[in-house]
C-alpha cells in the first residue's frame, strides 16, 4: 500500500534520482532547522514535498540501515518514507525505526529545542523519548560549506581571488 496518492502528488514538488533528491532532502531539514544527518538514505528514487501542508516523502530502492557512529545507535529506513515538517521538528513521521536493546521500535516525533540547546530528541508513538546531541546528526562536510557561507556573507559577500 502506497502512503502518497496521486492526490497529493498533484499538489507537490517532485524531484526524481538519488543525486537531487540528496541534495532536496538535506536543504529542507536545515531549513526547518534541524541536523542535515538524519536522513542519511542511499538509493532514492522520489522525494516530495507538499509546501502547504508540510507534508514529505521520501522513497528508496530498498530498506537501509545506518549506525550514527558518534552515538552508537542503528537506525533503519523503510523504502518508504513520510512525515509533516514544521520549524524544528518532524511529526507524524513513518518508516524510521531505531533499535533500543534487542528491540526495533517505531519513532513518531523529532524536534529540536527553541532557542536552540544543542539537543535534539527522538519520540516513540507510545511517548516514550530520548535526547542526543544535534552534533552527532550533522554532516562534517556540508556544515564546514555553511560556514564558508556564513563567513562570506559577513564579510559583505566580497570574495578574494588569488592566482597561482
Known amino acids: ?38 536522513l542519511p538514505l542511499q538509493d532514492i528514487t522520489e522525494c516530495g514535498y507538499v509546501k502547504e501542508t508540510g507534508f514529505v516523502w521520501l522513497k528508496q530502492k530498498k530498506k537501509t540501515t545506518h549506525k550514527f ?5 542503528l537506525a533503519s529506513y523503510e ?13 507524524k513521521l513513518t518508516g524510521v525505526k531505531t533499535k533500543e536493546l534487542l528491540l526495533w521500535i517505531n519513532l513518531s516525533e523529532i524536534y529540536v529545542a527553541d532557542p536552540p540547546t544543542g539537543k535534539i530528541t527522538f519520540k516513540t508513538p507510545t511517548g516514550l523519548y530520548r535526547t542526543f546531541p544535534t552534533s552527532a546528526f550533522e554532516l ?25
Open 1 to 38: 500500500m502506497a502512503l502518497v496518492t496521486e492526490e497529493i502528488k498533484a499538489n507537490a514538488e517532485i524531484y526524481y534520482g538519488d543525486e537531487i533528491c540528496q541534495v532536496k532532502s538535506k536543504f529542507l531539514l536545515t531549513e526547518v532547522g534541524l541536523p542535515n544527518g538524519l
Open 69 to 73: 557512529e558518534k552515538i552508537g545507535r
Open 79 to 91: 523504502p518508504e518514507i513520510t512525515a509533516y515538517v514544521e520549524p524544528n521538528k518532524i511529526k
Open 140 to 164: 562534517e562536510d556540508v556544515k564546514k560549506v555553511a560556514d564558508v557561507n556564513k563567513a562570506e556573507e559577513e564579510a559583505g559577500g566580497r570574495k578574494e581571488v588569488k592566482e597561482v
